[in-house]
């Protein structure tokens, strides 16, 4: 037993973590971690959307306010920058029957179901994981964390290679390794789903989109606080 404890004691600390993280890996709770761990300080990130709307494709469908960007009419905002792995941070409120979302990597602007989508939307629409803070069409979220029509909610997404978290009003409710969609048009649960590309073979890095009005209720969406920090 002594010279158990005395082996254990030398180990080097390093070793230690490695163990660690094994172990974690082992019981499928290390990837959520790693790339979500609560909502961030954004003081000093980056604007994804520029007051002046100057660094986003077609700006004319969209208004800026006193900081809080809402859509005119049905087209998405898309950044002409792309991203890879980041950590995008906003805070949205919904009228009655709103359905928006943020699309994410888009390999195509011109097609919806090139890009992922996290679900911003007063309540769901017809797909079955059209929840808000869902993967649209692919993963639910855990809990449903919506504040109220008319409050603003807090949204933290991040992209780390093929995993993808989602914080909602301070807790994680989705988190997705892309490499777990092997099929297009199948999720793996089994339950069907619209994209003909397998998410696993999705764009690692593209435009960040914004939805504009969507549904029949054509109901708006306003945003604001909407930041992003670049990953390694």
Known sequence: MKRSLSVLLVFPASCVWVLVIAVLFLFGG???????????????????????????????????????LVAKDHDTLWTKDSYGNFILDLEFKVAKESNSGVFLRSSDIKKTLAALEIQVHESADGSKYGM?????????????MAKP???WNHL?????????????????????????????????????????VALKDFARSGPIGIQGLHGKAQAPVWYRNIKIKPLD
């Open 30 to 68: 290390i990837s959520s971690q790693i790339i979500a761990a609560g909502q961030p300080d954004t003081t000093g990130w980056k604007d994804l959307i520029a007051p002046g709307l100057s660094n986003v494709v077609e700006p004319g469908h969209w208004v800026m306010k006193d900081g809080i």
């Open 132 to 144: 808000v803070g869902a993967l649209y069409d692919a993963k639910p979220t855990t809990k449903n």
């Open 149 to 151: 029509v008319g409050e």
């Open 156 to 196: 933290t997404i991040t992209c780390r290679d093929s995993l993808i978290s989602v914080v909602f009003n301070g807790e994680e409710v989705m988190a997705a390794d892309l490499n777990d969609w092997p099929e297009a048009k199948k999720n793996p649960d089994g339950t069907p789903n619209k994209f003909p």
